[in-house]
């Protein structure tokens, strides 16, 4: 089965820092890697993905994430954050080209807070 | 495109009432699925279908029903509802399951 885990709840940066969001993941198959974004009272955008081609990956809103087999990662960075950043995110992952039908399976999330 | 839509927005039910939570996306996507989002728990899925007449449980089923009569549409039925079942509901679809999922806005749903 697979799981996902995103370490810390809650992650607070200050306006024009780094943002450094952490997910590992656990899959038996090579997964597909999803990040994405909820603002208040909205459903999930995605803001990028992974699907065995580029490690490195760039979305939208000047995101990107690096795929890292070895460390079983997947961390969402963005060199400077901007107030209009503060949401919640989830990363996630399927089974990839050989996985099952059941879809995604999330990480409990993690709120971002962006001190002015 | 209106892409994946969801009726009602907000819903409040008494203990053991029964409803339909309506999704319906215009893409043409064969895989559709239901999650609940409660607050510390991230999304957990309820029911998916891989198409038209074709549905299986995902890891939270329990207390609720799915059909899939067209491709278009996959409504969640709550056949009894339980103060458990208060949650943000969320419909979502794609091309298949292992491809990134659209989601749509949420049923917020209270079961008193």
Redesign the interface.
């Known amino acids: 089965a697979q799981s996902v885990t995103q370490l810390g709840s809650h992650v607070s940066v200050s306006e024009g820092a780094l943002v450094l969001l952490r997910c590992n993941y656990s899959s038996s198959v090579p997964p597909y890697l999803f990040w994405y974004v909820q603002y208040p009272n909205q459903g999930l955008q995605l803001l990028l993905k992974y699907t065995s081609a580029a490690t490195l990956v760039k979305g939208i809103n000047g995101f990107e994430a690096e795929f890292k087999k070895s460390e079983t990662s997947f961390h969402l960075t963005k060199p400077s954050a901007h107030m209009s950043d503060a949401a919640e995110y989830f990363c996630a992952v399927t089974g990839g080209g050989g996985g099952g039908a059941d879809g995604l399976t999330f990480g409990k999330g993690t709120h971002l807070i962006i001190q002015p | 495109n209106a892409g994946?839509t969801q009726t009602p927005k907000f819903q409040v039910l008494k203990t053991g009432q029964s409803m339909t939570l309506q999704c319906a996306q215009d893409m043409n996507h064969e895989?559709m699925?239901w999650?609940r989002q409660d607050p510390?728990?991230?999304?957990?899925?309820i029911h998916?279908s891989?198409g038209a007449g074709i549905t299986?449980q995902?890891?939270v089923p329990n207390g609720y029903n799915v059909s899939r009569s067209t491709t278009e549409d996959f409504p969640l039925r709550l056949l009894s509802a339980a103060p458990s079942q208060t949650s943000v509901y969320?419909c979502?679809s794609?091309v298949?399951?292992?491809?990134?999922?659209?989601?749509?806005?949420?049923t917020r749903l209270t079961v008193t």
């Open positions: 994946v895989y699925s999650y510390g728990m991230g999304l957990r899925l998916y891989v299986d995902g890891e969320f979502a794609s298949d399951a292992t491809y990134e999922q659209y989601f749509g806005p949420g």
